[in-house]
Structures are given as structure tokens and as C-alpha cells.
């Protein structure tokens, strides 16, 4: 089980997008995730124009974003009745219910 998945809120901890929020796209691979908005480049494409691509960011540059908190937040997966549950380390809130 992955800590981070394809539609969770995070914040981008390091580099030139640092402290924008967004959510996850998609993943490219095990270690690179497409985040919405963050890392956007324009390519000039022949009969279409200026087109923008995003880019991927290495998962370690991106953070699980806890809004009640506002700040970035570590994750752990814990089994709870045979069943492995992501839950915020810190606070020890299911990722699931937020």
C-alpha cells in the first residue's frame, strides 16, 4: 500500500513551486507523481501553438496536505481488524474519513 494516492491533497515542500497546494493527478511511476497547476512548461507545437505540459515531481518534493492543520503531514499505515488503514502519524486521523 502506498502512503500517497492519485487524488490526494498535498503541498510541495521544496523547489521553485514550494508551498503550493494541489492535488495529485496521476502517477508516472513509482517515484514521480503529475501534481495539477504545479510545474507547468509551454511547448511550442507546429499548427497548434503554445501548448502546456506538466511536468512530474519527484515523490519526496511533495507532502500529504491536512487542511484543518494547513501544513503538510506525515502518513503511516497501521492495521486496524486485518485491514491496513492510512492515518495521519501526528494526529492519528484516518486519511480515509477526511
Not at 12 to 38: C, L, N, P, Q, Y
Request: glycine share 10%.
Amino acid at each position: 500500500m502506498k502512503k500517497l494516492r492519485s487524488g490526494d491533497p498535498v503541498i510541495v515542500i521544496s523547489g521553485k513551486h514550494k508551498g503550493k497546494v494541489s492535488t495529485i493527478e496521476r502517477f508516472v511511476d513509482a517515484d514521480h507523481v503529475i501534481v495539477a497547476g504545479v510545474n507547468e512548461m509551454k511547448k511550442a507545437k507546429k499548427g497548434e501553438g503554445f501548448i502546456t505540459k506538466l511536468l512530474p515531481l519527484h515523490v519526496s518534493t511533495v507532502q500529504y496536505y491536512y487542511a484543518d492543520e494547513k501544513k503538510g503531514v506525515r502518513l503511516e499505515i497501521v492495521e486496524e481488524k486485518g485491514k491496513k488503514v492510512r492515518k495521519i502519524k501526528k494526529f492519528g486521523v484516518k486519511v480515509d474519513q477526511i
